[in-house]
Nanobody, 125 residues
């Protein structure tokens, strides 16, 4: 069964950058679309981005366009989320998740079956 582990979170100042990683085990990422979600304190999961496996298409929530970049390295069984120009409102726990299949569904929590445990991102001066 596919297992996902996130890493790369931490404390960063506003305007800074972080790169998150989502590493897979138990199965190869090839064949799975991978999405990133985040959950701010007291709020529900929010879709961030998704990258398909079938054709590498990428999708972003509007507030992340131009600041976040999702990419994948199937040889390393890893998906990345490069986050630039971070803002305090980007603070939260970031999760990677996989739906059933190689295409990205909507960035909705219920569309994704496999979830990692998250990595915390704090954007603060």
């Amino acid at each position: 069964q596919l297992q996902l582990v996130e890493s790369g979170g931490g404390l960063v100042q506003p305007g800074g950058s972080l790169r998150l990683s989502c590493a897979a085990s138990g199965s190869t990422l090839d064949g799975y679309a991978i999405g990133w979600f985040r959950q701010a304190p007291g709020k529900e999961h929010e879709g961030v981005s998704c990258i398909s496996s079938s054709d590498g298409d990428t999708y972003y929530a509007n507030s992340m366009k131009g600041r976040f970049t999702i990419s994948r390295d199937n040889a390393k069984n890893t998906v990345y989320l490069q986050m630039n120009n971070l803002k305090p409102e980007d603070t939260g726990v970031y999760y990677c998740a996989a739906p059933y299949g190689s295409d990205c569904p909507r960035l909705e929590f219920y569309e994704y079956l496999y979830w990692g445990h998250g990595t915390r991102v704090t954007v603060s001066a």
